[in-house]
């Protein structure tokens, strides 16, 4: 079997598994997005995620973290939900609307290993979701999937940027998917202006320190600054102020997987019922949800910060 063949193959099958998209690029150390890792993380702009700081050399070289790596195999899930919240009432981010990515993308990526391994041959491999520090986003631009926009996301030009991205490294050696080269933003700037934070800054550099779902889930066991205050716009948990206002976004369509099905209660939930919610409840509405990150008093601080605003002095 050719690597033309392995390829389609790998790609036919990540189909079946429920991604919209696959590419594949060439195993190579990413000189460039390393050089500006480290001018992003010398700038502090990692604010208090100093995990980021961690394993410098894994993050640029994918044959730091599969020895004798070939090919980086990029995936990418819709996550766009068929409906949203409730307006006027505290905001999720829709990428934790339903289940925790993490856990239905791993299962896929294991699935789609032993499939390789039981139809093209015994290869070393691993995949990643957001667990490793791998450049997603680089890979998927640079196995021609899309181009990485102001606001710092991979875009497609079919449906936008609602993705979750995946990768797998292999030893493989297949056949390898043109780098995505043109910019499609142009002289937009909706992102820009429309973040409250001012975390997206020219030349596609975020400030992570600066943004708000850096706050509401990143920032632990800490008061968010009140220089902040008025600023968050209602979010309690992540944001997608910049993904809404992108042009590229109203091709968005909804997603098919099931697990990413929102839990009822963060669309129906009210202010008053957020207030309400004990730890106990929290628990259990949301054991598998995305939103236990901030964990039960995270979110409670939270809304403690949004209500602020609307108190007189």
């Known amino acids: 079997m050719n690597p033309s063949q392995r390829s389609a193959i790998i790609k036919s099958v990540t189909a079946k598994l429920g991604f919209d998209y696959c590419g594949i690029a060439k195993a190579v150390r990413l000189d460039e997005d390393a050089r500006r890792l480290e001018q992003w993380l010398n700038k502090g702009m990692n604010g208090t995620m100093q995990y980021m700081e961690n394993y410098f050399d894994l993050r640029t070289d994918p044959t730091k ?49 032993q499939f390789i391994r039981d139809h093209i041959g015994e290869v070393q491999g691993r995949g990643f979701v957001d667990s490793a520090p791998v450049l997603e986003r680089s890979w998927a631009q640079r196995s021609g999937l899309g181009w990485i926009g102001k606001n710092g996301n991979l875009i497609t030009r079919q449906h936008g940027s609602f993705y979750f991205i995946a990768t797998l490294i292999t030893d493989l050696i297949l056949d390898y ?36 779902s850096y706050f509401t889930i990143e920032l632990k066991e800490q008061l968010i600054p009140d220089e902040m205050q008025g600023k968050f716009k209602d979010w309690v948990f992540g944001c997608d102020i910049c993904q809404d206002v992108c042009p590229w976004n109203r091709f968005a369509v909804p997603q098919q997987e099931q697990a990413f099905t929102p839990v009822p209660e963060v669309l129906n939930f009210t202010t008053g019922d957020w207030e309400a919610l004990t730890e106990e409840k929290f628990n259990e509405i949301f054991q598998h949800s995305p939103i236990k990150r901030s964990k039960y008093a995270g979110i409670r601080r939270n809304l403690r910060f949004i209500q602020q605003k609307n108190k007189t002095p």
């Open 177 to 212: 998917d043109d780098p995505f080269a043109k910019d499609y933003c142009g002289s937009c700037r909706r992102c820009i202006d429309a973040c409250p934070t001012d975390a997206i800054q020219e030349n596609k550099v975020i400030d992570g320190s600066k943004c708000i």
């Open 65 to 113: 973290l599969v020895p004798g790596a070939e090919s980086v195999i990029t995936l990418m899930m819709n996550y766009y939900p068929g409906e949203i919240q409730k307006p006027d009432t505290p905001k999720i981010s829709k990428y934790a609307y339903g289940q925790d990515y993490h856990h239905v993308i791993r299962k896929k990526l294991k699935q789609l290993l």
